[in-house]
């Protein structure tokens, strides 16, 4: 099959397009054909050689996809050849087919077209274990979400609008900001040219808000914190701002605030946290929202897969909004 190549570590032009070998579906997996897949941060950490897969998973890029299933494995009882779906994955999604554990699929949306599908599973699947099965968000919390324009910031606005939090965000510019509060945010703060601390205290007359779901890590950690209100929960996903911080437990024990840093990728396939335990959550409690549109795929572009170099690009200079899908196109 041909699937996407790192020819050595370094920027998008390291990419290329060629002969790999094919998958091979083992005991509990199917093998989907792929049929779109989407560019995500980790994709290009791992590109640049700081993020390696984990061990057994391949070590192609792609992290979720959506395709056509091709073949069924040994003990595989509620899936068949044909059935159309996305998946999470640990790797191997910039291909023509990827092996795929069956707890790991989500079955096409119905009103969701196929190539966008591929734009759902990492950040639902983010967005639910973290801010909901670990944060508990609730109805009438203040929810604050940095990079509101991601991928992970589109769905988790919605999300969180949709349990009832009052929906603050960060973003680069006021057309970001636009699209985020036309997703639900009430609050915009562009960081540019405000503190979010600041603003942040001034909207909740300096109670501070209850979660925080972060991708910046250890250049915002402190100031995060900072805006966290009296039992307050922080949730790290990213890294985009360094890996190493102080943290100021004094301030944090007073505010009988916690923090937690957290990586879908690295998770076990099955068991407690596992990801086919998230894929099932978010299956009974995500799914119909996004099948009535209630919850929807935010797709900024979609280029060939023989195209990725500038679908990398385009992520890396954060010129998109919401999710940028590549497509097989034979």
């Known amino acids: 099959m041909r699937a996407v190549t790192i020819r050595e570590p370094g920027g998008p032009e390291v990419l290329g397009w060629g002969e790999v070998p094919d998958p091979a579906c083992g005991p509990g997996e199917v093998i989907v054909d792929v049929v779109a897949t989407a560019v995500n941060r980790a994709d290009l950490l791992q590109r640049q050689g700081f993020y390696p897969p984990p061990p057994g998973a391949s070590d192609i890029l792609g992290l979720e996809c959506s395709g056509i299933i091709s073949e069924v494995g040994p003990g595989v009882t ?21 092996a795929v554990p069956a707890g790991q699929l989500l079955p096409r949306p119905s009103g969701v077209e ?46 969180a609008a949709r349990a009832g939090a009052r929906v603050f965000t960060t ?43 972060d991708n910046m890590g250890a250049k915002y950690l402190m100031r995060n914190v900072e805006a966290l209100a009296t039992g307050g929960r922080l949730v790290s996903i990213g890294m985009q701002g360094g890996t190493k911080a102080e943290l100021d437990l004094g301030k944090l024990m007073r505010k009988r605030a916690s923090v937690a840093a957290t990586t879908l990728r690295s998770r076990p396939a099955t068991g407690p946290g596992g990801k086919a335990e ?30 990725v170099a500038e679908a990398h690009r385009v992520v890396e200079a954060s010129e998109h909004i919401g999710k940028v899908l590549l497509l097989n196109e034979g």
């Open 78 to 98: 509620n899936w068949s050849v044909g059935d159309e779906v996305c998946a999470l994955l640990s790797g191997g999604g910039y291909a023509e087919r990827v």
């Open 171 to 213: 973003a680069g510019t006021a057309a970001k900001l636009h699209v985020c509060r036309e997703l639900g945010a009430e609050v915009g703060i562009n960081y540019r040219d405000e503190d979010f601390v600041e603003r942040v205290a001034q909207e909740t007359d300096g109670t501070g808000v209850d979660v925080i779901l």
């Open 278 to 307: 998230i894929v099932a959550a978010v299956l009974h409690d995500v799914w119909p929202d996004v099948e009535r549109g209630v919850v929807r795929p935010i797709v900024d572009r979609r280029l060939p897969m023989a195209r």
């Open 114 to 159: 196929l190539a966008t599908a591929a734009a759902l599973p990492e950040v639902v699947c983010t967005v639910w274990s973290n801010v909901f099965l670990l944060a508990g968000l609730r109805r009438g919390e203040r929810f604050l979400v940095h990079g509101g324009s991601s991928g992970i910031g589109t769905m988790a606005i919605q999300l």
